[in-house]
């Protein structure tokens, strides 16, 4: 069983800046992707950023420019760079992993992050 550990969330203003991490318990080389997802309270889970097996990255139009998702396979770590953080990134982030041979997917417990003045 697969877990995905995250950490770094928090209280921050409007324009300043947190740094994810979701820590795998297996190399994150056996996924075939990894990503960033959250939810507000009353939408629908959306995803932030996801992150291939070779590095190819995406992102939601809502935080292009603002947010950058990294890997580091030594430490079967990624991450998500928040900067310039606005009212409306008020979420639960979740860490998403996806098996290379068989599509499941994983899911950390996920981290709150508050932007608030």
């Known amino acids: 069983q697969v877990q995905l550990v995250e950490s770094g969330g928090g209280l921050v203003q409007p324009g300043g800046s947190l740094r994810l991490s979701c820590a795998a318990s297996?190399?994150?080389?056996?996924?075939?992707?990894m990503a960033w997802y959250r939810q507000a309270p009353g939408k629908q889970r959306e995803q932030v950023a996801g992150i291939t097996r070779v590095g190819t990255t995406n992102y939601a139009d809502s935080v292009k420019g603002r947010f950058t998702i990294s890997r580091d396979n030594s430490e079967n770590t990624v991450y998500l760079q928040m900067n310039s953080l606005k009212h409306e990134d008020t979420a639960v982030y979740y860490c998403?992993?996806?098996?290379?041979?068989?599509?499941?997917?994983?899911w950390g417990q996920g981290t709150q992050v508050t932007v608030s003045s």
């Open positions: 297996r190399s994150i080389y056996t996924f075939r992707a």
């Open positions: 998403n992993a996806q098996d290379f041979n068989t599509f499941n997917n994983h």
